[in-house]
């Protein structure tokens, strides 16, 4: 659960922050800072610098840095006399009754209830700040433990130190029995999606050029199943061509000698691991899709001269563009899906799409191998990627949604 979605359960904002900007190497970078003062959290900003050396994902970080805002916040407001920043750096860690007392202050925070009784839908979120708090606890303690010069009594004292933290976080934790499932879209929902996103139902109300991309968007989307940050972060030169009856999704960091992009550190950055993707459904135009908006609505409207003229060669390789010819921005996709939700009453969001191409493509899947391929074909590093369209599987034949060999099966002692 992101700052956003926070807020729209009524969550208030921390009193600490996360903002992100881009270093002299147009790496995204994080920084946690006090809304009251905008002063930076000194330890936020060692544990930032580790981080970005140790994991390329911006959005893992974001999240990581969250739950250490979170840490700040509490400590800032807390009647214990805490001083966050030299705990941390001097490599103490956080007590039992500290940590308890954060717990404490995250399960109200979280539930919106002076009773702290989380909800079962918020279990896995405070779970995870408690998660990501203990990891950055444990590198602090092992970075800068108070322990002796010996080599040898300074593993067994860092051993030790280590041991306690992870214990008194673990004891922190709560049951979450809530294994998620992919949830899905039915059949009538996709009809009614793509009813109204079709360019010709739609150009009237927003343009042509507008209607043409967002239908695409959405193509990617179910055909392909797409992130929308993949989406987004596609080139020209990743797109299928003459030769080239593949889509390749590349991430960011593999992208040799590539131009920055000019969204700054808000620039989508895919998560999943390259990979090439053909089209795979009978009657796809995907892209079909794509050849024609880039030839005929990749272009920015510029005003030159008294007039409005419009400009083919733009100074970036990104396939989707806004009204100006930059690259399209993420709060444009959601705007987007905000319309769908409001013009069809389905609770719309991008990922939905995907979840649909998957939930199919696992129910078609009738080997291990085919599995696998399912994996490569996410970008997933892992298999268990797969469960929670395995659970989704169970429960809808469970629910009779899907046919089952064994519905006919009888109890042939009770006939």
Known sequence: MNVDQLQQNNVSLLAYKVSAFLDTSNVPRHVVTSRQTGAPGVAASLYESYLALRSDSAKSRSAMLYALASLYSWAEFTELEFDLDARLIGGLGLS????TAFSAWLRVRLSGSKRAVLPATARGNYNQILHFCRQACVHFITQYGPVSDLSVDRVRQIELLVRAQERVWQKARVKNRNQRVAPDLTDDELRRIETYLLPANRAAEVGEAIAHRDYLIWRLTIEFGLRIGEILSLRIQDCPSAGRDFLSIVRIEEREG????????????????????????????????IG?????????????????VFRWLLPHPFLLVGAKGMPLSVSTTNDVASAIKRATGIDFHWHLGR???????????KS???????????????????????????ADRARGVMKSENEKCAWMALS
Do not use: C
Request: proline share 3%.
């Open 96 to 99: 039992a009754t500290e940590v």
């Open 355 to 365: 979840h649909a191409f998957f939930n199919r493509m696992y129910l078609n899947a």
């Open 368 to 394: 291990n191998q085919e599995l696998q391929d399912l994996v490569y074909w996410g970008g997933w590093e892992s298999d268990k990627s797969l469960l929670i369209y395995s659970r989704r599987a169970r």
């Open 258 to 289: 590539d131009a920055t992009d000019p969204r700054g550190a808000n620039a989508p950055r895919p998560k999943t691991l390259s990979r090439d993707l053909r089209s795979l459904w009978q009657h796809s135009n995907a892209f079909k899709q």
């Open 292 to 308: 024609l908006y880039a030839t005929r609505f990749r272009r920015a409207r510029v005003h030159e001269h008294g007039r409005y």
